[in-house]
């Protein structure tokens, strides 16, 4: 036997060798029967100088854990077949995942059209009126009216757009006409308040609003 | 020298497949793990029957094993849980026994009884031992100490060579002098059979 090759074993049996030794000492030491015998006696040496009373010292146990484990399938093969499922069952997990990503943005897309109310066609026209409503104030995107505590001309007259919730657009106009026609269940002082509210918020109908409610004080 | 390298080296083999890696796993540990489970049972034919058993649960789980520990402290607390389980289990057999249990004697006698091959393989282990501490005996002063302070007090080869006051390499280099000398004697024996450590003298 060579002795270099025992003086590492028995370092390698002390947690003493070097990892790179260990690796091929193992390797060997795994196949070769009389270096194995070695190893077993180096530990029969320890038990003894411990002192370790009860224990049977001949290795009856090493020769029958082995012999069971010579019926077991090697640590290797059996992760294999697992290793290989996993492989086989791989292509399907991008398919999946698109289809899961469609489907959600397909029920995004209904959600959202069952949102819009009846007159809005879907496709985008509010998302296109932004654009153009910004040209009317050109100051409005320089500071913010909460910054200069000023507002820009005709700012105060825009009502903004609700991100919250539907927008339920209901055109002023109407609604005058709305109160107009069922001002006979309003006293005269609310209906002209709530008239003059009306065309204040909306300057051009303000004048046709205005004759006309001039029209019928005078008719009164 | 970072610890639990040499039983990770093996560890990795036998991961990786080889076999014959687990039974140098085995031998290195055998007699350690019999005696922390007649920690619970004194019946040293019961410890060895679990001890095989906590062996074999090591080498089935032993994919998992992921190197958080020391090898040697995952396969301890192995034997610990089986060993545990197995007193329960007998606990609860209807088994009863004829011997006195409150004696140690008697008990360890009847695990010895119980063990066909007891008597033979108790004269060759009580050989061994004595072939072994014969050797022990014989050994130069400095390898006896390097030995001792390594199997009996554990202690690294760098603590060696600081209590020895000498390099680590003449530490290692006594170690294995030490045990070769042992190996000699006890080959003889475990090559020869039983009787022959007694013409050995």
Known sequence: MNEELDSQLSAMFDDELAPAECELLARRLSRDGQLKARWGRYAVVGAVIRAERGLRLNAPLAGRVSAVLLAEPALAAQSAPQGARRRGLRWWQPVAAGGLAAAVAAVSILWLRAQLPPGIPAGGQLAS?????????????????????????????????????PAMVVPSTELANYVVAHSMFSSPVARRNLLSAFMTSEPAAAGAEEAQDDAKSAAH | MSADVSDLSLVHRVQRGDKGAFDALVLKYQHKLVKLVMRYVRNPAEAEDIAQEAFIKAYRALPQF????????????????TAKNAVVSRDRSPIEYNIDASSDESYEMQGRMKDSETPEGLVLTDEIRSTVNAAIDALPEDLRTAIVLRELEGLSYEDIAAAMDCPVGTVRSRIFRAREAIDRRLREVFEGGLGRAEELG
Do not use: K, M
Not at chain 2, 66 to 80: E, H, K, M
């Open chain 1, 129 to 165: 009126a932004q654009p153009a409503a910004a040209p009317r104030f050109p100051g409005a995107g320089a500071l913010p009216a909460s910054v200069t505590g000023v507002a820009a001309p005709g700012e105060r007259y825009v009502v903004p757009h609700s991100s919250a919730g």
């Open chain 2, 66 to 81: 992921r190197g958080d520990s020391a090898f040697y402290t995952w396969l301890y607390r192995i034997a610990i849980n």
